[in-house]
Protein backbone atom coordinates (compact mmCIF):
# COMPACT_ATOMS: atom_id res chain seq x y z
CA UNK A 1 0.00 0.00 0.00
CA UNK A 2 1.00 3.56 -0.23
CA UNK A 3 2.50 5.35 2.42
CA UNK A 4 3.86 8.79 3.57
CA UNK A 5 5.58 8.26 7.22
CA UNK A 6 6.77 10.78 9.35
CA UNK A 7 7.94 10.38 12.93
CA UNK A 8 4.71 10.55 15.21
CA UNK A 9 6.73 11.40 18.04
CA UNK A 10 7.39 15.08 18.71
CA UNK A 11 11.25 16.30 18.65
CA UNK A 12 12.68 17.94 21.07
CA UNK A 13 15.95 19.56 21.04
CA UNK A 14 17.66 22.66 22.50
CA UNK A 15 17.70 26.60 20.93
CA UNK A 16 21.05 26.33 18.58
CA UNK A 17 21.06 22.80 17.90
CA UNK A 18 20.71 21.32 14.28
CA UNK A 19 16.74 19.69 13.71
CA UNK A 20 16.40 16.94 11.74
CA UNK A 21 13.15 15.21 10.53
CA UNK A 22 12.50 12.47 8.41
CA UNK A 23 9.98 11.54 5.67
CA UNK A 24 10.12 8.16 4.27
CA UNK A 25 6.97 7.00 1.48
CA UNK A 26 6.14 3.73 -0.26
CA UNK A 27 4.89 2.96 -3.36
CA UNK A 28 4.66 6.41 -4.81
CA UNK A 29 7.01 7.84 -7.75
CA UNK A 30 6.82 11.43 -6.74
CA UNK A 31 8.26 14.04 -9.24
CA UNK A 32 9.06 16.06 -6.42
CA UNK A 33 8.89 16.92 -2.50
CA UNK A 34 7.57 19.42 -0.99
CA UNK A 35 8.23 20.58 3.20
CA UNK A 36 5.46 22.98 5.05
CA UNK A 37 5.12 24.48 8.18
CA UNK A 38 2.14 24.49 10.18
CA UNK A 39 1.14 26.12 13.24
CA UNK A 40 -2.00 25.04 15.48
CA UNK A 41 -5.36 26.12 14.08
CA UNK A 42 -3.66 27.86 10.68
CA UNK A 43 -2.85 26.61 6.90
CA UNK A 44 0.15 25.09 6.03
CA UNK A 45 2.61 27.61 4.35
CA UNK A 46 5.38 26.20 2.04
CA UNK A 47 8.63 26.33 2.56
CA UNK A 48 10.96 24.44 -0.12
CA UNK A 49 10.42 21.89 -3.16
CA UNK A 50 13.21 19.31 -4.10
CA UNK A 51 12.50 17.60 -7.66
CA UNK A 52 13.29 13.93 -8.23
CA UNK A 53 16.45 15.04 -10.08
CA UNK A 54 18.15 17.03 -7.23
CA UNK A 55 19.52 15.56 -4.09
CA UNK A 56 19.78 18.88 -1.98
CA UNK A 57 18.28 22.21 -1.57
CA UNK A 58 18.96 24.86 1.08
CA UNK A 59 17.27 27.82 2.20
CA UNK A 60 18.86 29.91 4.79
CA UNK A 61 18.65 27.59 7.80
CA UNK A 62 16.57 25.23 6.01
CA UNK A 63 18.05 22.44 4.31
CA UNK A 64 16.19 19.46 2.35
CA UNK A 65 17.88 16.53 1.10
CA UNK A 66 15.93 14.00 -1.35
CA UNK A 67 16.96 10.37 -2.03
CA UNK A 68 15.40 8.31 -4.59
CA UNK A 69 16.11 5.24 -3.85
CA UNK A 70 15.84 5.10 -0.48
CA UNK A 71 12.49 6.95 -0.84
CA UNK A 72 13.21 9.44 1.75
CA UNK A 73 13.73 13.25 2.19
CA UNK A 74 15.54 14.71 5.60
CA UNK A 75 14.92 18.53 6.76
CA UNK A 76 17.19 20.07 8.34
CA UNK A 77 16.46 23.56 10.36
CA UNK A 78 20.31 24.68 11.46
CA UNK A 79 20.62 26.75 14.24
CA UNK A 80 17.01 26.46 15.81
CA UNK A 81 15.12 28.74 17.21
CA UNK A 82 12.13 29.07 19.26
CA UNK A 83 10.03 30.81 16.50
CA UNK A 84 10.51 27.32 14.83
CA UNK A 85 8.67 25.15 17.03
CA UNK A 86 5.87 23.89 14.97
CA UNK A 87 4.26 20.78 12.90
CA UNK A 88 6.60 19.98 9.30
CA UNK A 89 4.81 18.61 6.88
CA UNK A 90 6.55 16.36 4.54
CA UNK A 91 4.03 16.30 1.31
CA UNK A 92 4.67 14.22 -2.36
CA UNK A 93 3.66 16.10 -5.72
CA UNK A 94 2.89 13.28 -8.27
CA UNK A 95 3.20 14.03 -11.55
CA UNK A 96 0.98 15.13 -14.02
CA UNK A 97 -1.09 17.54 -11.96
CA UNK A 98 -0.93 19.57 -8.81
CA UNK A 99 -2.16 16.75 -6.77
CA UNK A 100 -0.10 16.52 -4.04
CA UNK A 101 -0.04 14.09 -0.83
CA UNK A 102 0.78 15.02 2.58
CA UNK A 103 2.29 13.11 5.60
CA UNK A 104 0.71 13.35 9.09
CA UNK A 105 3.94 15.51 10.23
CA UNK A 106 6.30 15.93 13.08
CA UNK A 107 6.04 18.29 15.68
CA UNK A 108 9.21 20.33 16.73
CA UNK A 109 9.56 22.15 19.86
CA UNK A 110 12.67 23.89 20.14
CA UNK A 111 13.57 25.04 24.14
CA UNK A 112 15.48 28.13 24.93
CA UNK B 1 3.50 36.62 -2.98
CA UNK B 2 0.45 34.42 -3.63
CA UNK B 3 -2.10 34.68 -0.55
CA UNK B 4 -5.28 32.61 -0.16
CA UNK B 5 -7.87 33.82 1.43
CA UNK B 6 -10.58 31.45 3.30
CA UNK B 7 -13.94 32.34 5.14
CA UNK B 8 -15.44 31.90 7.78
CA UNK B 9 -12.32 30.93 9.91
CA UNK B 10 -14.55 29.59 12.35
CA UNK B 11 -18.28 28.13 11.99
CA UNK B 12 -20.76 26.91 14.47
CA UNK B 13 -24.04 24.83 13.17
CA UNK B 14 -26.39 22.97 14.10
CA UNK B 15 -27.07 19.57 12.62
CA UNK B 16 -28.74 19.27 9.64
CA UNK B 17 -27.98 22.54 8.33
CA UNK B 18 -25.52 23.16 5.51
CA UNK B 19 -22.43 25.57 5.62
CA UNK B 20 -20.53 26.96 2.67
CA UNK B 21 -16.91 27.91 3.06
CA UNK B 22 -15.47 30.00 0.45
CA UNK B 23 -11.71 29.95 -0.59
CA UNK B 24 -10.36 32.95 -2.88
CA UNK B 25 -6.87 33.80 -4.38
CA UNK B 26 -6.21 37.27 -3.86
CA UNK B 27 -3.57 38.10 -6.10
CA UNK B 28 -3.57 35.23 -9.02
CA UNK B 29 -5.87 33.02 -10.95
CA UNK B 30 -5.95 29.68 -9.25
CA UNK B 31 -6.97 27.26 -12.25
CA UNK B 32 -6.70 24.30 -9.73
CA UNK B 33 -7.71 24.99 -6.06
CA UNK B 34 -8.00 21.78 -3.67
CA UNK B 35 -10.08 21.11 -0.62
CA UNK B 36 -8.55 19.23 2.65
CA UNK B 37 -9.83 17.77 5.64
CA UNK B 38 -7.87 17.90 8.47
CA UNK B 39 -8.68 16.14 12.13
CA UNK B 40 -6.43 16.88 15.20
CA UNK B 41 -2.72 15.42 14.73
CA UNK B 42 -3.32 14.19 11.53
CA UNK B 43 -2.60 14.74 7.73
CA UNK B 44 -4.33 16.83 5.35
CA UNK B 45 -6.54 14.56 3.55
CA UNK B 46 -7.36 15.60 -0.20
CA UNK B 47 -11.20 15.38 -0.69
CA UNK B 48 -11.10 16.73 -3.81
CA UNK B 49 -9.46 19.05 -7.26
CA UNK B 50 -11.49 21.95 -8.31
CA UNK B 51 -11.19 22.93 -11.82
CA UNK B 52 -12.38 26.52 -12.67
CA UNK B 53 -15.51 25.90 -15.23
CA UNK B 54 -15.80 22.19 -14.57
CA UNK B 55 -16.83 19.89 -12.30
CA UNK B 56 -14.74 18.71 -9.08
CA UNK B 57 -12.96 15.36 -8.97
CA UNK B 58 -13.56 13.78 -5.69
CA UNK B 59 -11.17 11.34 -4.05
CA UNK B 60 -12.27 7.85 -3.17
CA UNK B 61 -15.09 7.64 -0.04
CA UNK B 62 -16.06 11.51 -0.56
CA UNK B 63 -19.50 11.62 -1.33
CA UNK B 64 -19.98 14.30 -3.78
CA UNK B 65 -23.44 15.45 -2.64
CA UNK B 66 -22.30 15.59 0.61
CA UNK B 67 -19.46 18.27 -0.20
CA UNK B 68 -20.56 20.49 -2.75
CA UNK B 69 -17.85 22.13 -4.59
CA UNK B 70 -18.27 25.07 -6.21
CA UNK B 71 -15.30 26.74 -9.14
CA UNK B 72 -17.18 29.56 -10.80
CA UNK B 73 -14.39 31.56 -11.73
CA UNK B 74 -10.15 31.87 -11.21
CA UNK B 75 -10.27 33.48 -8.17
CA UNK B 76 -13.07 31.30 -6.38
CA UNK B 77 -13.68 28.06 -4.71
CA UNK B 78 -16.36 27.08 -2.26
CA UNK B 79 -17.10 24.20 -0.08
CA UNK B 80 -20.73 23.93 0.97
CA UNK B 81 -21.53 20.73 3.89
CA UNK B 82 -24.90 20.04 3.52
CA UNK B 83 -26.84 18.54 5.79
CA UNK B 84 -24.09 18.84 8.47
CA UNK B 85 -24.11 16.35 11.23
CA UNK B 86 -21.51 16.21 13.87
CA UNK B 87 -18.82 13.86 12.71
CA UNK B 88 -18.57 16.30 9.81
CA UNK B 89 -16.97 18.19 12.36
CA UNK B 90 -13.36 19.41 11.30
CA UNK B 91 -10.60 21.55 9.90
CA UNK B 92 -11.11 22.33 6.49
CA UNK B 93 -8.60 24.16 4.39
CA UNK B 94 -8.21 25.00 0.66
CA UNK B 95 -5.39 25.39 -1.23
CA UNK B 96 -4.56 27.05 -4.70
CA UNK B 97 -2.08 26.88 -7.71
CA UNK B 98 -1.60 28.86 -10.72
CA UNK B 99 -0.98 27.59 -13.77
CA UNK B 100 2.80 26.18 -14.16
CA UNK B 101 3.35 26.03 -10.62
CA UNK B 102 3.84 23.44 -8.48
CA UNK B 103 3.92 25.41 -4.93
CA UNK B 104 0.43 25.31 -3.08
CA UNK B 105 -1.08 28.38 -1.42
CA UNK B 106 -2.92 27.62 1.60
CA UNK B 107 -6.06 29.13 3.18
CA UNK B 108 -5.82 29.76 6.48
CA UNK B 109 -8.58 26.90 7.44
CA UNK B 110 -12.14 26.89 8.73
CA UNK B 111 -12.91 24.99 11.81
CA UNK B 112 -16.62 23.55 11.47
CA UNK B 113 -18.22 22.42 14.90
CA UNK B 114 -21.89 20.10 13.95
CA UNK B 115 -23.90 20.58 17.33
Redesign the interface.
Known amino acids: SQK?EQNSEALNIQEGKTATLTCNYTNYSPA?L?W?RQDP??????LL?IRENEKEKRKERLKVTFDTTLKQSLFHITASQPADSATY?CAL?LSG?????????TRLFVKA | GAVVSQHPSRVICKSGTSVKIECRSLDFQATTMFWYRQFPKQSLMLMATSNEGSKATYEQGVEKDKFLINHASLTLSTLTVTSAHPEDSSFYICSAASSGANVLTFGAGSRLTVL
Open positions: IYQYGRGPVFLLGGFKTIFGAG
